[in-house]
């Protein structure tokens, strides 16, 4: 494990972006896994700023969403495909057919997630994934108690993470219970994964995660076994680090 402390979040940002940058232009071919939510929006931001001053070109990339909630139409405004669209794939030459999410609204929510898993293996697996930590240990929406051997499944979201989502769904009523996620083993597969965590709330359970047992208590902990990991993160979320 390599473990990068930035200054500050726009450090961050731009660390992780160079990052995946030099990643790019070593294999345009790149597969990706990447995350949503509040931290990666600026290295998102930078990544495209680096398109737009042709430093970088996604054509020949393939990108897949880590999860996606179960219930919502696409479009809607908390609906992770929405996410993307105004935060990322707008702004950069990503083709359309390279950008894989699950389907928010499948007919058969098992069956889609077989799909999601085949598209990866025809992909030829992840070179790289992207991935953010929850405050309950979770990595994407594997949840405290999921198998490490998962694969891409329906994962019944925890009160404390559907209490996390409830603004942006203005309300806990209207936030779904269920979602289409990698799974922990899908995840571990990938060729090198970088985790990138921001702030002091994330302080204790990235601790747990990486100084801590491994155990599916706290699915971040599996990351220690990963060969490739580089862990990226602002001095506040490593302020309680031993070493």
Same mark, same amino acid.
């Given at each position: 494990m390599q473990l990068i402390v930035a200054a500050d979040y726009a450090e961050l940002s731009r660390w992780g972006a160079q990052f995946i940058a030099r990643k790019l232009l070593q294999r345009p071919t790149l597969v990706l896994a990447? /995350?949503? $939510? $509040?931290t990666p929006l600026g290295l998102y931001q930078e990544l495209a700023r680096f398109y737009q001053e042709r430093l970088l070109d996604f054509s020949q990339a393939i990108t897949f969403n880590l999860d996606e909630f179960l219930g919502i139409t696409p479009d809607h405004p908390a609906s992770f495909r929405y996410y993307m669209e105004q935060n990322f794939w707008? +702004?950069?030459?990503? +083709? /359309?057919?390279?950008r894989h999410i699950p389907q928010s609204l499948p007919r058969n929510p098992e069956e889609e997630c077989r799909r999601y898993e085949e598209l990866l293996r025809d992909a030829g697996g992840l070179d790289l994934a992207l991935l953010g930590l929850g405050e309950n240990g979770h990595i994407a929406f594997n949840e405290p108690g999921t198998p490490f051997e998962s694969r891409t499944h329906v994962a019944e979201l925890t009160d404390r993470t559907r209490w996390n989502e409830a603004l942006r769904f203005r309300g806990l009523e209207h936030v779904p219970k269920y979602a289409i996620t990698m799974g922990i083993r899908t995840l571990m597969n990938a060729r090198e994964i970088l985790l990138l965590v921001a702030g002091a709330k994330k302080a204790q359970v990235l601790a747990q995660a990486l100084e801590g047992p491994v155990t599916p208590a706290v699915p971040a902990s599996v990351l220690q076994l990963h060969p490739n990991l580089t862990v990226l993160a602002d001095c506040a979320a490593a302020s309680l680090f031993r070493t």
């Open positions: 990447l /995350p949503t $939510g $509040g707008c +702004r950069v030459n990503l +083709r /359309p057919e390279a």
